[in-house]
């Protein structure tokens, strides 16, 4: 009975991945047939569950004869994944310090994590942009890659996986000779793993997908990621405009997919500790 009732809700969720992927393999005609009507607001627009002739013209278009899509892509990947890393390099000992190591000043350091992590992007969006502008960044990668190295709910969630870390062991390694960084590499890293791979989800499915960022810092076109890109399609080309949006969305799924479980546990264990 409960899977009867979820299934209107499951429907809302599968229904535009479904469409999107048809839409992907049918022809400009069609898709200015079916859905042209609801961007020009002329007619009534309506959907099929499959194409009736599938094609793969939208897709040969943009991997063949639109180099755009390409530098597009290239800037994602460019932007996204130096900010995955410095989440690694910067931001797991700065979780690690927050989760087992004792100073002067902790409890509020963590507090001030914890009202960043809370400020929403427009909140902190114009001391962003002076801060880049008076360091000269603006228009560059790094006005997008250096904001997401020092976000702060990524921490938020590697302290919680390193929060598992029992003390005793800490504590015997201490008498073994390992120093803070020591144990934080050979004990923390290993243990605190899940909740690593947890915010490294969480920071590239939201960096893959930033629109208001790029759009505030970046200026030139040749520097835009693909949401920029996808925004500046025109309804005159839909078969495109399919294609291009379901290939942005699969490394998104591919890498939810992977991370789902370190999500949810980092989830329960945020749920536990807090």
Request: charged content about 10%.
């Amino acid at each position: 009975m409960k899977k009867f009732v979820l299934l209107p809700f499951t429907l809302l969720v599968w229904g535009p991945l479904w469409i999107l992927f048809t839409g992907a393999l049918t022809g400009e005609s069609e898709l200015q047939r079916t859905m042209g009507p609801a961007l020009t607001g002329h007619g009534q627009a309506m959907w099929t569950l499959l194409p009736s002739w599938p094609t793969l013209q939208g897709l040969l278009q943009l991997l063949l004869d639109t180099p755009e899509y390409f530098i597009a892509y290239w800037n994602t990947c460019a932007q996204v994944l130096p900010q995955m890393a410095g989440q690694v390099v910067v931001g797991a000992p700065a979780a690690w310090a927050l989760s087992r190591l004792e100073f002067r000043g902790r409890r509020g350091l963590r507090m001030l994590y914890l009202v960043l992590m809370l400020l929403p992007f427009q909140v902190t969006m114009v001391p962003s942009y002076l801060t880049l502008h008076s360091l000269g960044l603006l228009d560059t990668i790094w006005a997008i890659i250096l904001p997401g190295v020092f976000s702060t709910f990524p921490v938020f969630i590697m302290q919680r996986g390193f929060d598992a870390v029992p003390m005793p062991l800490l504590e015997a390694a201490a008498i073994d000779g390992a120093n803070s960084w020591q144990q934080f590499w050979r004990i923390g890293v290993p243990v605190g793993l899940p909740g690593i791979l947890a915010a490294l989800t969480i920071v590239f499915l939201d960096a893959w997908n930033a629109l208001e960022q790029p759009m505030i810092f970046l200026k030139t076109p040749v520097n835009w990621p693909l949401s920029m890109y996808l925004t500046n399609i025109t309804g005159n080309d839909l078969a495109l405009t399919m294609a291009s949006s379901l290939l942005m969305l699969l490394p998104a799924v591919l890498i939810f997919s992977f991370g789902q479980k370190y999500l949810e546990q980092g989830i329960l264990a945020g749920a536990v500790k807090g």
